[in-house]
Nanobody, 115 residues
Framework: QVQLVESGGGLVQAGGSLRLSCAAS????????MGWYRQAPGKQREWVAD???????NTANSVKGRFTISRDNAKNTVWLQMNSLKPEDTAVYYC?????????WGPGTQVTVSS
């Protein structure tokens, strides 16, 4: 079992920055990739970025150049640095962790970008 807790969300003006954190506990040593998803009101959850244990990253085109995912395996933590935020980035942001064939999710953190 892996437990994930996100933090760092909040209200920010357009053009601002936020840094989300996701701390893993439990059997965190067994985690493979970790990632971030988001879900805006009335929309499906969408993938934002992911990072492997070796540090290889993938980022959605919608946030590329503005969002950066990073990870510290020793601390079992993944971050999402979000710059140049836009109102359309408003969503609940979820962290996930892949362990074998299982995917664990955090409860999410709200990010609201005002225009």
């Amino acid at each position: 079992q892996v437990q994930l807790v996100e933090s760092g969300g909040g209200l920010v003006q357009a053009g601002g920055s936020l840094r989300l954190s996701c701390a893993a506990s439990g059997s965190a040593f067994s985690i493979n990739s970790m990632g971030w998803y988001r879900q805006a009101p009335g929309k499906q959850r969408e993938w934002v970025a992911d990072i492997s244990t070796s540090g290889a990253t993938n980022t959605a085109n919608s946030v590329k150049g503005r969002f950066t995912i990073s990870r510290d395996n020793a601390k079992n933590t993944v971050w999402l640095q979000m710059n140049s935020l836009k109102p359309e980035d408003t969503a609940v942001y979820y962290c996930n962790a892949v362990v074998g064939v299982r995917i664990y999710w955090g409860p999410g953190t709200q990010v609201t970008v005002s225009s």
